[in-house]
């Protein structure tokens, strides 16, 4: 995230003797300084700063190292759950042998998320060439039969992440782009399953705005 400087306030302006000497010029110079930090506001709420994040990085064996947005262009988002618990779906990020990633993971419990592969390099996570170079792979630790691990946690910090990967490149926040793993063409799996709550889980993607409180996240160790 970029870092933006404080403009200047009408109050300091009126403290200069240089604006008193110029009344006119002044209100309209600070009344155009009013509107630019306006608009500027308006442009930084329009794009949801990403929730808190932990990297764990994957075996360099489990992804492909590249260059997007520039490479391929990301295009979707693809919901999947992992069918395993969080420190065991990071082992198997983190073997190998297993030629399997995701770029995130979110926790059942308290919607931590470790991000595992860097967003322009490609995850091995949707069983299709195509889709794997142009998408974000968010995997939900959890079982797709059994509803209690997709908890009110879950749900908002990966909403407020998908939110969040959509703004970055212009992804637009429909069904259309927001896809499940068994959407994937070719795919054999069924993640998220009929219990995930897609018409929950768009609204809170399309609602999302960086929170302003801070939270106390579990950190995984290998």
Same mark, same amino acid.
């Given at each position: 995230m970029e870092a933006h400087g404080r403009t200047s306030t009408r109050r300091a302006l009126l403290r200069s003797g240089a604006y008193l000497a110029?009344?006119?010029?002044?209100?309209?110079?600070?009344?155009?300084?009013?509107t630019t930090a306006h608009a500027d506001d308006r442009r930084r709420r329009a794009a949801v700063a990403?929730?808190?994040?932990?990297?764990?990085?994957a075996s360099t064996s489990n992804y492909r190292v590249s260059s997007r947005p520039t490479s391929y262009p990301i295009d979707f988002v693809v919901i999947h759950v992992t069918q395993e618990t969080f420190p065991d779906?990071?082992?198997?990020?983190q073997d190998p042998a297993k030629q399997v990633?995701?770029?995130?993971? &979110? +926790?059942?419990?308290? @919607?931590?998320?470790?991000?595992?592969? *860097?967003?322009?390099? &490609? +995850?091995?996570?949707? @069983?299709?060439?195509?889709?794997?170079? *142009?998408?974000?792979?968010?995997?939900?630790?959890?079982?797709?039969?059994?509803?209690?691990?997709?908890?009110?946690e879950m749900y908002a910090s990966s909403?407020?992440?998908t939110a969040a990967v959509c703004d970055r490149f212009g992804i637009p926040k429909t069904r259309d782009h927001i896809i499940g793993h068994v959407e994937v063409p070719?795919?054999?799996?069924?993640?998220?399953?009929?219990?995930?709550?897609w018409p929950r889980y768009m609204s809170l993607v399309n609602k999302a705005y960086a929170p302003g409180t801070r939270r106390t996240w579990r950190r995984w160790r290998a």
């Open positions: 110029t009344a006119a010029t002044g209100l309209t110079a600070a009344a155009a300084a009013t990403y929730p808190p994040t932990h990297w764990i990085p779906a990071m082992k198997i990020f990633s995701a770029h995130y993971m &979110v +926790a059942s419990a308290d @919607g931590y998320i470790g991000q595992f592969v *860097r967003e322009k390099d &490609v +995850a091995w996570h949707a @069983g299709n060439k195509d889709y794997n170079n *142009r998408s974000i792979g968010i995997e939900h630790e959890g079982w797709v039969d059994d509803p209690k691990w997709f908890t009110d909403a407020a992440l070719g795919t054999d799996h069924t993640d998220p399953g009929p219990l995930w709550d």
